[in-house]
Structures are given as structure tokens and as C-alpha cells.
């Protein structure tokens, strides 16, 4: 079946550190991978997908179909990176149908 | 382009009711997916239209229906509400085969309480 999952529930960092969000998937074909985010009253939006390459507000995400995993990392956090982020699956086979993971909330410390 | 917009914001019912939430997607959109966001948890894939159709459905029960019409807006009903229907509901519009695959623009979502 498939599945999204994020490990962290809560992930707090200070500002300038490195931070890297967890995702892994499970899907025997071939995956879309995305990372939305939700800031504070704010309605989700999409942050990047693998299939562009590029990084958005310094995020990048590397696609690993070894390990299956799309973690979304950043060398150094701001405050403003403070947010809820979800890691989606899409599966293009299925009529783009997109599954979500259950979310990780960044917290950047000042 | 206001984007994709839902209706009403919030809205409270009780148990057994039931309740019609209304979804204009982005402009130029023709695909209409709807989302179950309970507090604390990622959206959990409810169905998707497309050509006023549902075509792909998740692990939702028949109480749960929608339809599509030809302006591409959508509605979602919950018939027989229980207590557990408390949730916001998302409407995310995309573009039908859209290269580099289904970004989805997600509405406000409607705040659904059931007492």
C-alpha cells in the first residue's frame, strides 16, 4: 500500500543551524514527491517538488529511490522557516491522486 | 484570480445531520481533489473529480459523496454526521496531466464541528 511517513512530530533548531525533515514513502511504482508547507493562518502551498530540482527559500530535497526517502533539508534555519511541513506522494498511475504524510513541525529557536 | 476559495469558513452541526461544503477551484483548473484534515494529522484523501466525475476515492465511507459540476466548482457532502466528522475539509484544484505532476492549490478549508 501507499504510504508517507515523517518520523518527527516536533523539530526544533536553532536559528543558523542546519535542519533536515524527515520523509519516506512506500509505492511500487514510480513516486512524485513533494513538500507543501503551512505557515501560521496560513493555507497550505507547495514548497518544492523533486521532479524540478531546485530549491525554494534555500530548502532543498533530494529524491532516493534506494532508500526511498525525500528528506527536505536547509544549511542554515531562520525564524521565519517556522512552519508545519507535509511530505506528499503523487501517483501519477492513479489519476494524481496524492497522499500525504502526517507533518512535522519545524520550531526555529532566535 | 482569488485562488481556490470554500464555503462557509466554519460551521457547526449535530450528530446525523448533514452538510454541504462548496469548493471553486483556481482558475484554469479542471481537477478537484478533497481532503480530511483532522486536528494534528496530515489530509487524508477523500475523492477526486474530474470531468464531473469521481474517478479515485480513499478509505472513506458512502456517507461521504460529491459531485463536480461543469464550471469545474465541486461540493462534498457528509450525510449522517458522527462526532468523528469534526475536521477541517480541504479542496485542492490542479490542473488535469499538468507537467512535472499534480501541484495542488489548496482553499482556506472549511472548520466542520459536529456536537
Known amino acids: 500500500a501507499q504510504r508517507v511517513t515523517q518520523p518527527e512530530k516536533l523539530l526544533s533548531v536553532f536559528k543558523g543551524a542546519p535542519v533536515e525533515l524527515k520523509c519516506n514513502y512506500s509505492?511500487?511504482?514510480?513516486?512524485?514527491l513533494f513538500w507543501y508547507v503551512q505557515y501560521s493562518r496560513q493555507r497550505l502551498q507547495l514548497l518544492l517538488r523533486?521532479?524540478s530540482r531546485e530549491s525554494i527559500k534555500g530548502f532543498t530535497a533530494d529524491l532516493n529511490k534506494g532508500e526511498t526517502s525525500f528528506h527536505l533539508k536547509k544549511p542554515f534555519a531562520q525564524e521565519e522557516d517556522s512552519a508545519m511541513y507535509y511530505c506528499?506522494?503523487?501517483?501519477?498511475?492513479?489519476?494524481?491522486?496524492?497522499?500525504f504524510g502526517p507533518g512535522t513541525s519545524l520550531s526555529v529557536i532566535p | 484570480d482569488a485562488g481556490v476559495t470554500q464555503s462557509p469558513t466554519h460551521l457547526i452541526k449535530t450528530r446525523g445531520q448533514q452538510v454541504t461544503l462548496r469548493c471553486s477551484p483556481k482558475?484554469?483548473?479542471?481537477?478537484v481533489s478533497w481532503y480530511q484534515q483532522a486536528l494534528g494529522q496530515g489530509p487524508q484523501f477523500i475523492f477526486q473529480y474530474y470531468e464531473e466525475e469521481e474517478r479515485q476515492r480513499g478509505n472513506f465511507p458512502d456517507r461521504f459523496s460529491g459531485h463536480q459540476f461543469p464550471n469545474y466548482s465541486s461540493e462534498l457532502n457528509v450525510n449522517a454526521l458522527l462526532l468523528g466528522d469534526s475536521a477541517l475539509y480541504l479542496c485542492?484544484?490542479?490542473?488535469?496531466?499538468?507537467?512535472?505532476?499534480?501541484?495542488?492549490?489548496f482553499g482556506p478549508g472549511t472548520r466542520l464541528t459536529v456536537l
Open positions: 509505492y511500487s511504482g514510480s513516486p512524485e
Open positions: 482558475s484554469g483548473h479542471d481537477t
Open positions: 485542492a484544484s490542479s490542473l488535469e496531466q499538468a507537467a512535472g505532476g499534480p501541484e495542488q492549490f
Open positions: 506528499a506522494l503523487g501517483m501519477k498511475t492513479s489519476y494524481d491522486k496524492v497522499i
Open positions: 523533486h521532479i
